[in-house]
């Protein structure tokens, strides 16, 4: 039986998403790069996250490389109809694990055949094109010539929905007068609030906006305040930090990540759980203090 709420859903590339997803990065071996530690612990974790009712994966053939699409493939192909898989372009890894960037429309295409050949799959539902800028944060600089590759991709029915990963708002209108874009992937969180004006911009174009680092990704969220209030609810820190989310807007997709079948239940969990206005306004004060 499901662990998620059927009705609690977001429009993703013409799909009605659940919107506690599950982000695959952590599948790969430290540092994303190389094997897993424990291969059927990995494979475990990703039928337990679609059993669970999780029909929104984000992967890419980055992480590893190749890793994570090949224990998705394994683990889940072929696919359930409704598993919408989401995957990303714009880096490559070197054979230190450094990740370089790979912007040229030749990188765009061969990342996209990458994952296509990893998934065993004819076409890619969604494709985000992921500018490097700071790594994590954002760089203004124009993303024309890459998004038109894919938008290229699209024509020729490689790609069916196009997304952006790690962009400013200048970016994403530049993009939009190119393709329409379904989604958004930026570092957000509990006390990384840059987006905050964004979310909003997104949810009244029915665009979805996906936090990578829900949970402060190398760096976990730690805040007393946090600790004190997850607490008084009987839940994890992490959890009411994921809770936050799917309440701060009906847009946000959560894709929280972990290689293990035990933090993966906790984090569904989260779905479940409710917070009251005035829990909202104190985790919302970590989140401004946090600012300064």
Not at 9 to 22: C, E, K, Q, S
Not at 26 to 38: E, H, I, N, R
Not at 91 to 104: I, K, Q, T, Y
């Amino acid at each position: 039986m499901s662990n998620l709420s059927t009705t609690d859903t977001f429009p993703l590339a013409g799909h009605p998403v659940r919107r506690m997803g599950y982000g695959a990065m952590q599948l790969a071996g430290p540092g994303v790069f190389g094997p897993p530690k424990d291969r059927g612990a990995a494979l475990a974790v990703l039928r337990e996250a679609v059993a669970s009712g999780v029909n929104h994966i984000d992967t890419s053939d980055f992480y590893g490389p190749h890793i994570t699409n090949q224990l998705i493939r394994e683990a889940l192909h072929p696919y359930p109809g409704d598993l919408v898989i989401v995957t990303k372009v714009g880096a490559v890894r070197g054979s230190d694990g450094a990740w370089l960037p790979a912007f040229e429309p030749a990188d765009i295409e061969r990342g996209v055949h990458d994952n296509l050949r990893n998934l065993g799959l004819d076409a890619l539902e969604v494709v985000n094109m992921r500018a490097m800028g700071d790594i994590h944060a954002p760089a203004e600089g124009s993303i024309e010539k890459q998004v038109t590759a894919l938008a290229e991709l699209q024509q020729r029915g490689l790609v069916r929905h196009i997304g952006l990963s790690n962009v400013t708002a200048t970016q994403i209108e530049e993009a939009r007068r190119i393709a329409e874009i379904v989604c958004v992937q930026n570092h957000y969180n509990l006390v990384h609030r840059h987006d905050d004006a964004l979310i909003g911009q997104l949810a009244e174009a029915g665009i979805a906006y996906v936090p990578f680092f829900p949970l402060g990704g190398f760096t976990p969220i730690q805040s007393s305040a946090l600790s004190e209030i997850a607490q008084t609810l009987g839940a994890t820190p992490m959890q009411v930090a994921l809770a936050w989310l799917l309440q701060r807007s009906p847009n946000i997709l959560l894709i929280p990540g972990t290689s293990s079948v035990g933090h993966l239940r906790e984090n569904l969990q989260a779905s479940q759980l409710k917070l009251s206005a005035q829990v909202c306004a104190e985790l919302d004060a970590i989140g401004g203090a946090a600012q300064f």
